[in-house]
């Protein structure tokens, strides 16, 4: 792998790849050798457009083991599960979130937050550049808190990676054609998110600041999370709005398909927080119907 330690050190491997490793190795009664492993992700980790990828399916199927280990989900150097297999894809993209969390995959998480921070510094119009130019700014953003060491955390290269992995997890969406090739959205990952937090069971409410707080630490890439906070540091500025446009209308969205409530009966409350439209604020939230 070209950048050890890191998940984007191996631009060509693919969360789906992943799983299917994992989902083998947990039908496996007894560990197998690389070769079985190989002749089973053959498919999985062999393309027509790359040559290589048939020619040595042992390097392929490695190099989805070396991303699996970054990841603690299978025991260094060996092809065997740390826990078992994620039943499904939303499983495996909670798996994913709190592994990369845990293990500080900065090259995919400080990227997101950058991209976050860009979006409020310089709107959503440079989404709409080609994948050189969008790729290059986040380079450009992330290297700056690893001018130390000697590769740089992001590049044009890794973008299809950090695109793959982050919709993986929940944190957007594939853009339309020859639009935003990446939306950062993480509504599918804060919907999940909001169903762990004991404040918000039973029908109870969070107040708003004490509700975006909880998620900075849970998702340290958003508002008031430590990735976030890193981003704006290397900017060299500090946010402009109590709460930012990406988590603005990810709230918004969750509101509309009843995964929250946002709650807001008038007056100055406690706590209460402003969107990013300049219109709606909220006090406190309580989780809507579908999160029930």
């Known amino acids: 792998m070209t950048a050890p330690g890191t998940v984007l050190g191996d631009p060509h491997v693919r969360p789906d790849a992943v799983l299917a490793l994992m989902r083998f190795l947990d039908q496996c009664k007894a560990e197998p050798t690389e070769e079985e492993v190989c002749a089973w992700m053959l498919p999985a980790t062999a393309s027509t457009t790359s040559p290589d990828r048939i020619e040595n399916p042992a390097t392929r199927v490695r190099d989805v083991r070396h991303v699996a280990e970054h990841l603690d989900l299978i025991v260094k150097g060996r092809y065997k599960l740390v826990k078992e297999a994620p039943k499904d894809w939303d499983e495996f993209g909670d798996l994913l979130h709190k592994n990369f969390i845990e293990r500080r995959q900065h090259d995919v998480i400080d990227t997101y937050a950058s991209m976050v921070v860009e979006i409020e510094l310089r709107g959503t119009g440079w989404l709409m550049g080609s994948v050189a130019s969008i790729a290059n700014k986040l380079a450009d953003r992330v290297k700056q808190e690893n001018q130390s060491q000697k590769g740089a955390l992001f590049n044009p290269s890794r973008w299809a990676g950090f695109r793959a992995w982050a919709i993986a997890m929940g944190l957007g969406l594939p853009g339309p054609d020859k639009l935003a090739p990446f939306l950062p959205h993480p509504a599918a990952r804060l919907a999940r998110v909001v169903r762990t ?75 209460a927080r402003r969107l990013a439209d300049g219109v709606r604020a909220f006090a406190t939230v309580r989780l809507g119907e579908a999160a029930r």
């Open 197 to 271: 937090l004991d404040e918000l069971a039973h029908g109870r409410e969070m107040r708003a600041d004490v509700f975006l707080e909880s998620i900075g630490r849970r998702m340290p890439y958003l508002d008031h999370g430590e990735r976030y906070d890193a981003a704006w540091f290397r900017v060299k500025d500090r946010p402009a709005r109590e709460v930012s446009r990406v988590l603005s209308y990810t709230l918004l969205d969750l509101e509309r398909n009843r995964h929250l409530e946002l709650r807001y009966e008038g007056g100055d409350r406690p706590g």
